[in-house]
């Protein structure tokens, strides 16, 4: 009998590590620098290819929320995944992300603009886990900037034409050539896929009523989502230019426009993506870490104090290539940054209690 039960407990847990999941990012003071919010999560810290797209959550525990009313892409930095606003603008403190966490990384792949695939604001996907289906699987979708650090600021759909699925930008801007995408295919293990299409019966304002079982009355649902155009023939063929995201009005979720001036269409079909919330412990979550720099720019010594002892310092550029590291075992670290050329940096400090990281301007 206890063989049996332990085999039932080792099986349960290995199904349970093979869930999808999605976790739910939110940038604060801590965590956030200019333009960017760092992620801080054990299954993609160090992990430059981990399987992951996002969208925006306006209030993911219900209640009050906050509007991020900007284009935004995924960046890994070398050593922590990050998501930053195309246009350079300051990230919104308190802004929250539903970041989706494949079990199988071969749920998630790379799509490039190239010449070869792109013709104006059209990118065609030659993917065999998309090709010749339609309707076909669910996707959900985000900018990509790691594969030629391009910056893509238009707002993207999905469509299927002549065998291929493609992205194309909503606002008929020309994709730019090697701008990237990471494109989600349905989801794995665990995962509810719901089509949604808005109509004069669910639409108030700039968001779209969704009613599903599996999100309805359930504040801490969660779920990825990308319009589908076309998707039931030419009365879904709707163009919706603009930043999208989920938010809890109360008993149901929704889709909403970030411009709150943007009355939402009709006919504008959704493939959405559900699969479980996972909460991460404090301590798993941020470090416990008071980190300062100074000074900020800086032009050949800057100074970094921490309450905890600092075991290395990290100087990374914005294409997230390792440029200076300095080992050490102090509260006080100073370190010779005159050999770097002008311009922003990423510096990481790592401590015996865990890590920061921090945007160093070099004068």
Known sequence: MKTIITFMLLLFCMTSIAQDKIYVQTATVANTSGHITYIDHPDLNGNPDAPIVYVNNFNPNGGGGVFNNNVSGLWYNGSQWTIYNEDLSDMVVGAS????????????????????????????????LVNGLDPGPFLAFC????????????????YY???????????????PDGAG????????TGSTQIEHISAASNIVSNWTIIDAPALNGNPDAT???????????????????????????????????????????????????????EILGVDENQA?????????????????????????????????????????????VQMDVSSLSSGTYLTKVKTDSGAQTLQLIKE
């Open 181 to 188: 995408f990471k494109v989600l295919v349905e989801g794995g």
């Open 288 to 332: 416990n870490v008071s980190i300062s720099m100074f000074p900020n720019p800086a032009d050949e010594i800057v100074n970094f104090k921490a309450s905890q002892s600092i075991e290395n310092v990290t100087i990374y550029n914005m294409l997230g290539q390792e440029i200076l590291r300095l080992d050490d075992n102090a509260n006080n």
């Open 223 to 277: 779920f990825v989502m990308s319009h589908y155009w076309g998707v039931n023939g030419p009365s879904g063929e709707v163009y919706l230019n603009a930043v999208l995201g989920v938010w809890y009005n109360g008993s149901n979720w929704a889709i909403y426009t970030e411009d709150t001036s943007i009355a939402f269409p009709e006919n504008v079909a959704f493939d959405i993506i559900v699969a479980e919330r």
């Open 97 to 128: 992300f539903n970041i989706y966490i494949a079990s199988d990384p071969n749920d998630v792949f790379i799509h490039v603009a190239t010449p070869a695939n792109t013709s104006g604001h059209i990118t065609n996907m030659d993917n065999a």
């Open 143 to 158: 900018h990509y900037y790691n594969p030629n650090a391009v910056y893509n600021t238009g707002n993207y759909g999905q």
């Open 161 to 175: 034409f002549g065998d291929f699925r493609r992205l194309f930008d909503e606002g008929f801007t020309a994709v």
